[in-house]
């Protein structure tokens, strides 16, 4: 059902009506008379004429089998005006159907890949189709960022970290999940450039595939750790940050901890694990590299981390 109270309506009524009747003379001295307000007969000609044009426009779409609703009618408001006149005095008909545009072509998009039998979800819909562009908005952010912020360095954390992440809480909801449960750190690293770079900066024994191996098994666990603590109102600081551990729950030296008494704490099992039983176990694993007996290890020549045990 139509709006009749919208100014599209009377419009396309009024073109209705002239389309329906095409030997219909209209008197337009007597229609100025009965529209009042000193209006004449030139301007009651001129609106009209418009009304003649919609309807030829009408007509021609009902020959050609066309539904005539579908038929833009010429000075009508268009949609995006009225939409528009909604949003309120700071909004445009012309701002409105830029920011139309890449809904358009997603639209389009998602009806061809529809057609492709291809699964919507997997298309690049939003910020990242083609043209819908993240410069303008980019510059704004990273004004407000401050002077060390640029253009291209927001497009960059957008690209390679705010993407991701969005992916990667979509998918937990299309798989039943919950997004809180998201490793969004995890989405933050992606190597490369970033990770050679720093390698660069360790120094030489340093390579990109080992800082990879150390951000995915260390750093990644120990932010979970510390997100966990903060949910269930515990003090992060009290956490023991594991290193090299990749087969060992950060928790586990605090429960140790709790087990060995209340003169103990997590980082002081922490240490005895990086000070003392590595290079005992180091020392034993190349006692049997070299043919001696692990069990002869001298474990109290063990007295500092990375020191070598002597055997007996």
């Known amino acids: 059902m139509p709006n009749w109270k919208s100014y599209e309506s009377s419009v396309r009524l009024l073109s209705a009506i002239l389309a329906a009747h095409p030997g219909l003379k209209l008197d337009y001295n007597e229609v100025a ?3 009042g307000d000193g209006i004449k007969y030139k301007s009651c000609w001129d609106r009209c ?24 009618l010429i000075d009508a408001p268009s949609k995006a ?17 830029n920011r139309f545009r890449p809904l358009k072509r997603d639209a389009k998009l998602i009806n061809d890949s529809i057609a492709k039998g291809i699964d919507p979800k997997t298309l690049p819909i939003g910020a990242e189709t083609k043209g ?16 060390d912020a640029t253009k291209s360095a927001i497009e960059s954390v957008w690209k390679r970290q705010v993407r991701p992440s969005v992916k990667a809480i ?42 990879d191996n150390h951000f995915k098994r260390d750093i990644r666990p120990n932010s979970k750790a510390i997100r966990d603590a903060l949910a269930r109102g515990d003090d992060p600081k009290d956490l ?3 290193e090299n551990h990749p087969k060992t729950h950060i928790d586990e030296c605090t429960e ?13 099992i922490k240490f005895q694990f990086t000070d003392r039983f590595r290079p005992i ?14 069990k002869d290890v001298n474990l109290d020549s063990v007295k500092g981390k990375g020191a070598q045990g002597q055997s007996s």
Not at 87 to 95: K, L, N, P, R, V
Not at 281 to 294: E, S
Request: net charge neutral; proline share 3%.
């Open 170 to 211: 979509t998918d937990a909801l299309d798989q039943g999940g919950d997004p809180k449960d998201v490793n969004l750190l995890g989405t933050f690293w992606t190597g490369g450039k970033g990770a050679s770079e720093i390698a660069k900066c360790y120094g030489t024994n340093c390579t990109k595939s080992g800082l």
């Open 281 to 294: 176990a180091k020392r034993q694993l190349d006692m049997k590299a070299a043919g001696l007996d692990p």
């Open 132 to 147: 819908a562009g993240l410069s303008k908005g980019a510059r704004q952010i990273a004004r407000y960022f401050g002077s």
């Open 33 to 35: 008379r009965f529209w």
């Open 81 to 97: 005006q009225e939409i528009a006149a909604r949003f309120g005095s700071d909004c445009t008909a012309s701002a409105l159907e």
């Open 240 to 242: 023991a940050m594991m």
């Open 256 to 268: 140790i901890s709790s087990i060995m008494g209340s003169d103990t704490t997590p980082n002081g």
């Open 49 to 72: 004429s418009l009304m003649h044009k919609n309807a030829k426009l009408l007509r021609d779409a009902v020959e050609a089998g066309l539904d005539p609703f579908q038929v833009e």
